[in-house]
């Protein structure tokens, strides 16, 4: 990479780089109808099944995933202006789609709001409020039924209530969705002038941009995941969603360059070189990076043994959880990590397409283990957790449910469907982007 502003004119594109055929903006339309007949289908099958507290996890899981794609597809083009990456021309504009997702997924957490506006108190028959899904916002049921949690709980309502928690949302959503737009908007009008004064607007910003999304992402990921467990608290929460959004989202661009390639799209822009390096990044953050904040944020509370911060875990290692678990240490970690440590595995298109969709799976697999499993923080031993799972729902995973992988589908079309909605409008690449002739050039060492 040169250390200077001025670059050889952009090239010449082949018009599979540049514009549609009609196949996207169609397969666009298809797959956007398709998820939202799902996602309907999924909420009212999850709904009728009867249990509220179930149907807002599963629905809380999946807009997580959703939303953690978009998020890792945004961090990926920042950090691409923020190292001055010469490289990515060919390859940024994917990510900038499934980013620019960010300016409207606001509307799926619309269920959110309307359990804070409808009544924040399920228990006691006045509508499904925000406790469904989290405790602390119904501190007297909390207290009814685990008074040492409710006590911790409320030397933390500061924090921990639920108007603050609805300004908060609202803050992350507008910055998400400011930055989203900045960049894919910068981006789209260079398409046009061919201007460096917007590669040097996005780069001066990609700075600032990533501590927002670093303080954002973090206060999120307390908010909606560690918060389902109040009384529990880890200072490395944050930094692991953020290896799962790295994880879903650089896999997703993977994915998505891999079946543009397969249709006959960007053929002579990017190439092996450039899917070896977002194959890279996967192995870096969504392989290496996830096992070692995983491992570190595990092994510092066993050693620590504090009952508060262990029952966390607990929950996660009683009953079929312990199953899961251990599907993640191997399929999130020590069969990927053998798998996509090879060069040549990054290189072939048909192998890397498994591997990004296998950590697309375990990502998801991943939130769901986040969200889904809990267990009192007054459980007491091992004994009474193993009891406990036993009895309650800690004893299974629940995820043979089918509203799972309705909504599942449902989101990731819509999510899908929109990005590619955007890649046929404004085209696949940024083909007038000042380092364009040296990401075509691009060849690993």
């Known amino acids: 990479m040169s250390g200077h502003d001025h670059h050889a004119a952009a090239p010449e594109l082949p018009q599979s780089a540049i514009v549609d055929d009609g196949r996207i903006a169609t397969f666009a339309r298809a797959i956007f109808a398709a998820g939202v007949i799902a996602l309907g289908v999924g909420l009212y099958v999850g709904w009728k099944q009867g249990d509220p507290n179930q149907f807002a996890k599963i629905y809380l899981v999946n807009f997580m995933f959703v939303l953690a794609l978009a998020l890792g597809a945004l961090v990926f083009t920042m950090i691409q202006h923020l190292t001055k990456a010469g490289w990515s021309p060919a390859v940024r504009r994917v990510a900038e789609a499934h980013g620019a997702n960010l300016r409207w997924l606001w509307v799926l957490a619309l269920p959110i709001v309307w359990l804070w506006w409808n009544g924040r108190s399920h228990a006691e028959g006045h509508g499904p409020g925000l406790d469904l899904l989290w405790p602390w916002a119904n501190l007297e049921h909390l207290a009814a039924h685990d008074p040492a949690e409710a006590e911790l709980v409320a030397k933390k309502s500061a924090y921990l209530n639920p108007d603050f928690f609805m300004i908060r949302n609202l803050a992350y959503f507008a910055i998400w969705a400011l930055l989203a737009n900045f960049y894919f908007g910068r981006s789209v009008h260079q398409d046009s002038t061919g201007s460096e004064a917007d590669t040097r607007s996005m780069r001066k910003w990609a700075g600032p941009a990533i501590i927002l999304f670093g303080v954002t992402t973090t206060f999120a990921a307390f908010d909606w995941a560690m918060s389902l467990n109040p009384a529990w608290f880890s200072t490395m929460f944050g930094v692991y969603f953020f290896c799962v959004c790295c994880t879903i989202g650089f896999s997703a661009i993977a994915v998505t360059l891999l079946r543009l390639k397969h249709l006959g799209f960007l053929n002579g822009v990017v190439t092996a070189e450039h899917m070896h390096d977002i194959g890279k990044f ?28 262990t029952t966390w875990f607990a929950a996660r290692q009683v009953g079929a959880w312990a199953w899961v678990s251990a599907a993640l240490l191997f399929g999130h970690f020590v069969i990927p990590f053998v798998f996509l440590i090879s060069r040549w595995v990054k290189r072939w298109p048909t192998l890397l397409l498994i591997g990004g969709i296998w950590m697309l799976a375990f990502g998801w697999l991943d939130v769901w283990y986040l969200v889904v499993p809990v267990i009192p923080s007054d459980i007491g031993t091992f004994d009474t957790w193993n009891a406990f799972a036993a009895a309650h729902a800690g004893a299974t995973t629940g995820l043979g ?3 799972i992988y309705l909504m599942l589908f449902g989101m990731f079309a819509i ?25 075509i050039a691009f060849e690993n060492f």
């Open 282 to 309: 996967i192995f870096a953050f969504g392989v290496v990076f996830w096992a070692y904040i995983a491992f570190s944020q595990y092994m510092l509370i066993w050693y620590g043994n504090i009952p508060e911060e």
């Open 401 to 403: 449910n089918p509203a």
């Open 415 to 439: 999510c899908i469907g929109s990005a590619a909605k955007r890649l046929a409008r404004v085209g696949l690449t940024c083909r007038r982007d000042p380092r364009m002739a040296e990401s």
